[in-house]
């Protein structure tokens, strides 16, 4: 369903003294903002302003214009303000989350549905101005008071309860009017997107609302008001109409609720990307000419400054390495815990973290040229340009509006030209009745109690969904995009293998390993001592360790002068590696594990092999993926080596290796471009632009909440075979929703002729507004009940 539309919030807007106040500045072309109650106001039409400080001001109301007069400075003041809904940044654009292709330089309403526009890119101070938990609000208060309307409704059909008099005047003046406001102030919105639809025409759910809870409202005052008006056929013994204030009212709440979860499914959205912008520092080290540091915020860095980066911070813009040397963790890049070695010469990337040593590199690019805002923007663009779930409501309304207001005509003219006196009471009579049977209440719940029914089956099975589309769009899936590192492994190294020679064992090479990388913060040190640990191995002490950075460590460890690194390291130390060392270091990092040498006073002691696990249970998830008719893709930033390692082990179909954020977010675009329907499934921060890229993105539970919030399906265990099992929910689930439409619908076109006088002739029947509004109910009951059988569905 479509957001609430923030034309009358009361969130306190404002600005500083000295400047045009709430009420003077403008909202948006043609309204501005009342200072008191923060509501918006006609400058054109305002019969309440004042003056103050040179500024005109704005009033809703006279009690707010007092106030303002007794005190302006108390509703000038900065701390008492916020910024209003419609704040951005100048040159921001604007656009509609539910048509991609409407932009503009300036907030707004959508033309096509009404909604209210939102800025194409986040900001990191962005604000929603407290829009989710204005339409929160707005929804408990509608259900506070929708629940005695309808109890008093009901009451006596179902449990035969009629008040006494007087009490029973005092409830139906208490249905009418909690009733109203529920109509009128909680639905409003609902009434002015309707009627803009008309103007555009494009007719959509919301016209069906506005026209079918319009008419039963009014129709239900008039019956309220005056009775007599009506023939007595219509009329109760003591004189009334039957009145319709409770149908109305639950619809109105129903719709809240619907628009209330997709407005917080989109907030989760923007906050991925507001995280993503949030990685990167808010200052940065400036050095000048005459080496003099000074911390400048990160916005006032300009191309070509020269910044220090110490260790253990994150590197703030992209650059080149002037001088230093370190490991930085491009983790946020690539996905892969191993950091990786940067000398003088090397490009580094900001918010990636700078781990060892210090640095000082030149500022290459700043701002929106960052890799980070470019990953921002694939995110935003990938989002935007999925076209959301259209509801079947929305498609079939060009011509069910018409229809339902032509059969409405044509029996009020039927009726008042060739039926039975009183004709004209009769007329009205049928009109109204089918307008009120065409309210789309069964319509309008057929999706969204089958998706809040599945969504609930698929917590209780590790898996969440975010919106409705992904549950559609997941079994319609034909292939599976996949990360490796975190999703297909464990995300994490451990130790392989230690291949010992001369006079080490296994246990001997492992505990001098230990010991010297017991001072290292490495992952790969890690490893090698949680494997010591869990051997329960005694480790001796390391003196005067040394990282050597690039190249591996080296210390004094009971007496010998132990060494451990790379081939080159070997070679700079004078240590022999004979050629079947060499072979088997090969054939080791063919099958995807990082391979070191250690070294003990100078002669090679062993191989060390550290790898990253594949996860016990991905092997049995990729043969069932496989059984279901799905291609598996790798997509990753390790090395192809031992990328193709873990696919040849696992019977990856294609395997896409070295790939940057923007290259998996091409990826997945080329695949969708061969006509392919593509799921991503992904856990870090690196993956978010092709989580989002994806028809359906899928994250992992123990990855990034930034991967999370980019994707439509979370695992909570973050394994593969919930997959399955999401995709058997999915299945079901739209197979329930269709069966819930198909009722709706068959209801409408048996209700409509009915209401509209077609057995008349024959059986002699007319259906009164009151059981048009009790067909309505029946119909929604069904659809109701079918969905909840969705929580007996079982998932494999």
């Known amino acids: 369903m479509n957001t609430h539309e923030h034309r009358h919030d009361h969130s306190h807007a404002g600005h500083e003294h000295g400047t045009p106040a709430r009420g003077a500045a403008v909202a948006d072309a043609k309204t501005a903002i009342d200072p008191v109650c923060g509501m918006r106001v006609d400058p054109a039409t305002a019969r309440h302003r004042s003056e103050h400080a040179g500024a005109t001001y704005f009033f809703c109301n006279p009690r707010c214009k007092d106030k303002f007069d007794a005190d302006p400075a108390q509703y000038m003041r900065p701390a008492k303000a916020a910024a209003p809904a419609t704040a951005a940044p100048a040159g921001t654009i604007w656009t509609c989350p539910m048509h991609p292709e409407i932009r503009q330089d300036h907030p707004g309403n959508c033309p096509k549905c009404g909604m209210a526009l939102e800025p194409l890119l986040p900001s990191l101070d962005g604000d929603d101005g407290g829009e989710l938990a204005h339409l929160a609000r707005r929804f408990w208060i509608c259900v506070a008071l929708t629940l005695p309307v309808f109890a008093v409704a009901m009451g006596p059909h179902l449990f035969g309860l009629h008040p006494p008099a007087p009490w029973d005047v005092l409830a139906a003046w208490t249905e009418a009017l909690l009733g109203s406001v529920v109509v009128l102030w909680g639905g409003r919105d609902f009434f002015v997107r309707g009627w803009r639809s008309l103007r555009p025409w ?58 209330f979860l997709e407005l917080r499914a989109r907030r989760r959205t923007g ?50 390495m002037l001088e230093g040397a370190s490991s930085v963790d491009e983790s946020m890049l690539t996905g892969e815990s191993l950091p990786v070695d940067k000398r003088a010469g090397d490009r580094v990337t900001g918010a990636t973290v700078n781990q060892t040593g210090s640095l000082l590199l030149r500022a290459d690019k700043v701002g929106a040229d960052t890799l980070l805002a470019q990953i921002v923007g694939l995110v935003a663009q990938a989002q935007r340009s999925k076209a959301p779930l259209q509801r079947v409501a929305d498609r079939v309304a060009a011509w069910f509006v018409p229809a339902v207001v032509a059969i409405a ?52 099975a590790g898996v969440l969904f975010r919106d409705a589309a992904a549950i559609e769009a997941l079994r319609e899936v034909d292939t599976l995009v996949v990360d490796k590192t975190g999703t297909l492994t464990e995300g994490r190294p451990a130790l392989r293998e230690v291949v010992a020679f001369g006079a080490f064992d296994r246990a001997g090479a492992l505990t001098l390993a230990a010991a010297l990388e017991r001072s290292s913060e490495h992952p790969l040190a890690r490893a090698i001592v949680a494997a010591a640990e869990q051997e329960k191995l005694v480790v001796a002490e390391a003196r005067g360790f040394a990282a050597l950075t690039g190249r591996g460590v080296r210390a004094r460890v009971g007496g010998r002068d132990a060494v451990l690194g790379n081939l080159a390291l070997m070679h700079e130390l004078g240590v022999g590696v004979d050629a079947a060392a060499r072979v088997r270091a090969e054939a080791l990092r063919g099958e995807g594990a990082t391979v070191m040498f250690l070294a003990a006073d100078g002669t090679l002691a062993a191989l060390v092999a550290v790898a990253d696990r594949i996860k016990p249970t991905t092997p049995e998830a990729i043969r069932r993926l496989h059984a279901e008719g799905l291609r598996i893709v790798m997509l990753t930033g390790d090395h192809a080596t031992t990328a193709q390692a873990v696919a040849k082990t696992l019977g990856i179909d294609a395997v896409h290796a070295e790939v940057s954020p923007a290259d998996k977010a091409a990826v997945i675009a080329a695949l969708k471009a061969e006509g392919r329907r593509v799921a991503m499934a992904g856990d870090g ?7 989002a890229a994806a028809d359906v993105g899928i994250a992992m539970g123990s990855g990034t909440d930034i991967a999370m919030e980019s994707a439509q399906v979370t ?4 394994e593969l075979t919930a997959i399955l099992r999401a995709r058997a929910l999915s299945r079901a689930t739209v197979r329930n929703i269709r069966q819930n439409l198909f009722f709706a619908f068959v209801y409408n076109s048996i209700g409509i002729p009915v209401a509209a006088g077609v057995l008349y002739p024959f059986f002699g029947v007319l259906l009164s507004p009151a059981l048009a509004a009790a067909a309505m109910s029946l119909s929604s009951v069904s659809v109701v009940s079918n969905a909840l059988r969705l929580r007996r569905v079982t998932l494999r």
Request: charge should be negative; proline fraction near 7%; hydrophobic fraction near 55%.
């Open 202 to 259: 494009s007719p959509n759910m919301y016209t069906l609302i506005a026209l079918g809870t319009g008419v039963a409202w009014v129709y239900s005052v008039i019956a309220f008001a005056a009775p007599a008006m009506f023939p007595a056929s219509l009329r109760a013994s003591d004189g009334r109409v039957a009145v319709y204030f409770e149908a109305a009212a639950v619809i109105v709440t129903l719709v809240l609720l619907g628009d």
């Open 271 to 320: 906050a991925a990307l507001q995280a993503l912008l949030g990685l990167a520092p808010k200052t940065a080290h400036r050095v000048d000419a005459d080496g003099h540091e000074a911390d400048v915020p990160l916005e006032q860095v300009q191309v070509g400054d020269t910044l220090r980066v110490r260790p253990g911070e994150k590197i703030p813009v992209d650059g080149v």
């Open 409 to 460: 005509v044509l029996a009020f003219a039927g009726w008042a030209m060739l039926g039975p006196d009183p004709r004209y009471a009769n007329a009205l009579i049928a009109a109204v009745a089918v307008l009120i049977i065409a309210c789309p209440c069964a319509l309008g719940l057929a999706t969204p109690i089958s998706v809040m029914v599945a969504t609930g089956r698929g917590a209780q």
């Open 685 to 691: 921060i690196n993956d978010a632009p092709a989580l």
């Open 715 to 718: 695992l909570v265990k973050g």
